[in-house]
């Protein structure tokens, strides 16, 4: 697969390039030349495979020659080694062999080591950049700026791979004690993962992290790559799940349509959606939740795009003002606002609706939402008051509620157990360096640690 600059399509590069390269030489986002699509009888074939097998032979269409198809599938098989499972709040399991006859399941992607979504891709991303470097002998400094989620994912992904060092910046005091504890933790000393506390939001973590980029004497300086989702080999697996999910869906309930909700900042994991979509997978509708923090909300609405700063929210991963995977979203449907409308249906929610609807399903069912989460299914229930459809409604699952631990217990007053591997995070002596958010700050420190 060619990808191409959303700037100006005659900008093209091959995948393992367009990984390494994280933006255009113009400044655009990579975008893939032609996203493959399959019938409905080679979408069925992909459906009956398990979801490594599945993401391997996706891969196999996105990447370039550089990966064969043994590499893939070894590739997605050490990488998702974990469930991905659809459940109802009352545990039932959504299996095409046996449906349950319930129409709303929470597609959970966050059983994988860090106990985000984002291991999804940062799993695939780290083994693909690893099997080019190896290839290669060449090395790269990775930046990434997070909000909670991603520095965790790429941390734990990249931990201990030769040939890489990665710089984790995260908004001081901006996100929860337990990811804050998670990302200080993956680095031991001496080791290749280095977490920074920025002192300022998250918009100046991911505008200091684009500083660096634009800056080509330190991007040459330090071989840099990042691994946010401005990276195409971040969004590409994101699709995986959603061609699958959606064919697990569509088995089990083959009449209904298929509405899926999306809690979203960078818009990242909805990209992932709509190529998966234009893939073919069987979804009719994406619902776009976002917490206050709306500019794409806003932008479904009245067609005006006013990017802003973010605001803090307990939905802290999708505290994002300027989304940047927007001119993504833009590019795959040619700007045509009524075709991403037909598309994506958006609402969003503030903390107090969030925090009453956690405390409700909790009481009522047992089952613990993590506040992103809790935004995605207010966002079904708010699409279901609003369309008579029948329909089978995936919310996805973004996070674990145990990494907001701190936020979930003041809203449900009772402790919330951490799983064993946060469990033993918590234990362990953070080690992490303090910065303005200047770009000096960051280079002077770059450039001590690499020695
Ligand atoms: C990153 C993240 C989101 C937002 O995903 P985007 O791809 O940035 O839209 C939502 N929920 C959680 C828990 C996250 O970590």
């Given at each position: 697969m060619k990808y191409h600059s959303h700037l100006d399509t005659q900008v093209t590069a091959e995948f393992g390039d367009a990984l390494l390269a994280s933006l255009a030489p113009d400044g655009g986002l990579w975008m893939p030349d032609k996203i493959p699509h399959f019938t409905p009888d080679k979408m069925a074939v992909l459906g009956a495979m398990d979801f490594a097998d599945c993401a391997a032979k996706l891969a196999t269409y996105f990447t370039d020659n550089r990966f064969d198809e043994t590499t893939l599938k070894a590739l997605c098989a050490d990488a998702y080694n974990f469930d991905v499972p659809m459940v109802t709040f009352v545990?039932?399991?959504?299996?095409?062999?046996?449906?349950?006859?319930?129409?709303?399941?929470?597609?959970?992607?966050?059983?994988?080591?860090?106990?985000?979504?984002?291991?999804?891709?940062?799993?695939?991303?780290?083994?693909?950049?690893?099997?080019?470097?190896?290839?290669?002998?060449?090395?790269?400094?990775?930046?990434?700026?997070?909000?909670?989620?991603?520095?965790?994912?790429?941390?734990?992904?990249?931990?201990?791979?030769?040939?890489?060092?990665?710089?984790?910046?995260?908004p001081k005091g901006g996100v929860s004690?337990?990811?804050?504890?998670?990302?200080?933790?993956?680095?031991?000393?001496?080791?290749?993962?280095?977490?920074?506390?920025?002192?300022?939001?998250?918009?100046?973590?991911?505008?200091?992290?684009?500083?660096?980029?634009?800056?080509?004497?330190?991007?040459k300086r330090f071989d840099l790559m990042s691994a946010n989702s401005i990276n195409v080999g971040r969004v590409v697996p994101q699709s995986f799940y959603y061609v699958w999910a959606s064919l697990q869906a569509k088995a089990a309930y083959p009449k209904r349509k298929l509405v899926m909700s999306i809690p979203s900042g960078n818009l990242g994991n909805l990209t992932g959606g709509l190529m998966a979509r234009a893939m073919g997978?069987?979804?009719?509708?994406?619902?776009?939740?976002?917490?206050?923090?709306?500019?794409?909300?806003?932008?479904?609405?009245?067609?005006?795009?006013?990017?802003?700063?973010?605001?803090?929210t307990l939905s802290n991963a999708m505290d994002i003002g300027r989304p940047n995977n927007f001119p993504r979203i833009l590019s795959l449907?040619?700007?045509?606002?009524?075709?991403?409308?037909?598309?994506?249906?958006?609402?969003?929610?503030?903390?107090?609706?969030?925090?009453?609807?956690?405390?409700?399903?909790?009481?009522?069912?047992?089952?613990?939402?993590?506040?992103?989460?809790?935004?995605?299914?207010?966002?079904?229930?708010?699409?279901?008051?609003?369309?008579?459809?029948?329909?089978?409604?995936?919310?996805?699952?973004?996070?674990?509620?145990?990494?907001?631990?701190?936020?979930?217990?003041?809203?449900?007053?009772?402790?919330?157990?951490?799983?064993?591997?946060?469990?033993?995070?918590?234990?362990?002596?953070?080690?992490?360096?303090?910065?303005?958010?200047?770009l000096e700050a960051l280079s002077d420190y770059i450039a001590s640690e690499l020695g």
């Open positions: 545990g039932q399991r959504l299996d095409p062999a046996m449906p349950v006859q319930a129409d709303e399941f929470v597609l959970e992607l966050f059983h994988g080591p860090t106990l985000a979504f984002k291991d999804f891709a940062a799993r695939f991303m780290g083994r693909a950049a690893s099997h080019l470097m190896k290839k290669s002998g060449e090395r790269r400094t990775i930046l990434v700026a997070t909000s909670g989620d991603t520095g965790g994912a790429i941390g734990d992904a990249f931990l201990g791979q030769d040939g890489v060092e990665v710089f984790i910046l995260f004690t337990v990811q804050e504890r998670q990302l200080c933790t993956i680095g031991k000393v001496g080791s290749n993962v280095h977490a920074i506390s920025i002192d300022g939001t998250f918009d100046d973590c991911q505008a200091l992290v684009k500083a660096a980029f634009a800056d080509q004497a330190m991007t997978a069987p979804i009719d509708r994406f619902i776009v939740a976002n917490n206050a923090n709306d500019p794409f909300v806003d932008y479904l609405v009245d067609g005006e795009y006013r990017p802003r700063p973010s605001v803090p449907f040619g700007d045509d606002i009524d075709a991403i409308r037909s598309a994506c249906w958006g609402v969003s929610f503030d903390d107090d609706a969030t925090a009453r609807h956690i405390r409700r399903v909790y009481q009522d069912t047992g089952y613990l939402l993590c506040p992103h989460t809790a935004v995605g299914h207010m966002g079904i229930l708010t699409f279901r008051e609003r369309h008579d459809i029948d329909a089978t409604f995936l919310t996805v699952g973004t996070a674990h509620p145990a990494k907001f631990a701190d936020s979930l217990e003041g809203i449900i007053h009772k402790d919330v157990p951490l799983p064993p591997s946060l469990a033993a995070a918590m234990t362990r002596k953070p080690r992490v360096t303090t910065l303005l958010p200047t």
